[in-house]
């Protein structure tokens, strides 16, 4: 039995621990074109809609399970589903690295109780890490912040700010856990995205093949094909994003109207996945015969089954028996064993 003694000094002990602060090694961000995801400290991966709305005086707003409120030098912000109640815009209609400093405060996130935390590195997915006008937008995110987050003050210290290309910390992730069959050929991952998919290629040894990087119509292509086939049920054009949503829930239910697109939606699924497969042959031409298998990350990826199926698993989406949505987890995860 333990005594009374060592009670009361493991209760001290949890009481100079929760009020000393708070010092994250790694903390990993994405700010993707359809969803903002962060790694909390409890090591729970956070996910919001990607949407900003950046509030007037006289605006209310109270933080929800899927967003987050920020306030910073007289700025506030909203991120996420009631920034869209609210009539913001979608990331992705921005620069989202000119909004990166507003939006990575929302992972910036001491204990509960506490407003203190120093983050080792903070690392930063990015579609392209070498461009030097990003990654200066960035740098303005180390040093420390005073500033809320959903109404409680917080002061964060960043040492250092790490741009990651984005497929990069998927391709270790399945380096490290053996999801590539054989790390002896050429290995890839697609990432298929909201606004843009991205494919990429790593030579044995995990080197970048930058010459073989392929830009790809991502799932805002596939919402535009549905739309150009409701058209002539419909009469007039329908929200993307709405689109968008229903493909993701499944529903295939354009928001709470009676319009679907059950019908549409295999045949235009097929055709985007076919110019996804087109490109992707004449961009890794040279490669071809020398690639073992190709990932498929992203939000998106549970669509792209008939190309995994076609090509026979050459092609095949993250999948883990014990983490719903893995695919879209899977590169901030992969961010962390860099």
């Not at 933080?63 to 009631?82: A, D, F, M, Q």
């Not at 998919?197 to 790593?202: D, E, K, S, T, V």
């Not at 679907?260 to 110019?275: G, I, K, M, P």
Request: proline share 4%.
């Amino acid at each position: 039995m333990q005594s009374l003694k060592s009670c009361t000094q493991s209760g001290a002990s949890r009481q100079i621990m929760t009020q000393s602060p708070l010092i994250r090694h790694n903390v990993c961000f994405d700010g993707g074109k359809r969803s903002t995801l962060w790694i909390n400290p409890q090591n729970q991966i956070q996910k919001i809609p990607s949407v900003i709305k950046f509030l007037e005086d006289w605006e209310e707003a109270e933080p929800t399970k899927n967003s987050v409120l920020i306030e910073h030098n007289k700025v506030k912000i909203c991120v996420g589903s009631l920034a869209a109640d609210l009539g913001g815009r979608p990331v992705h209609e921005e620069n989202k690295c000119d909004l990166a400093f507003l939006l990575a405060l929302a992972a910036l996130e001491p204990n509960d109780g506490q407003k203190v935390v120093t983050v080792e590195k903070l690392f930063v997915a990015l579609p392209d890490s070498r461009k030097q006008g990003d990654r200066e937008l960035l740098k303005r995110l180390e040093g420390t912040h005073e500033f809320k987050r959903n109404g409680v003050e917080v002061i964060a210290t960043v040492r250092e700010v790490v741009p990651i290309d984005e497929t990069r910390g998927a391709y270790a992730f399945a380096t490290k856990w053996g999801i590539y069959r054989s790390l002896k050929h050429i290995n890839g991952v697609l990432d298929l995205g909201g606004g843009t998919a991205i494919a990429r290629l790593y030579a044995p040894g995990g080197t970048l093949l930058r010459k073989a990087d392929c830009l790809l119509p991502g799932t805002n292509a596939l919402a535009a094909k549905i739309n150009a086939s409701l058209l002539s049920v419909t009469g007039y054009s329908q929200d993307l994003g709405l689109i968008m949503d229903a493909i993701e829930d499944g529903s295939f239910q354009i928001g709470t109207s009676d319009i679907s697109f059950d019908n549409q939606f295999s045949r235009c699924r097929d055709e985007w996945l076919t110019e996804i497969r087109g490109k992707l042959k004449t961009s890794w031409g040279e490669y071809f015969s020398r690639i073992g298998e190709v990932l498929i990350i992203g939000g998106s990826a549970p669509l792209a089954e008939p190309l995994e199926s076609a090509t026979k698993g050459r092609f095949k989406i993250a999948k883990h028996s014990q983490i719903p949505n893995f695919a879209q987890f899977i590169n901030l995860r992969g961010m962390e064993v860099m």
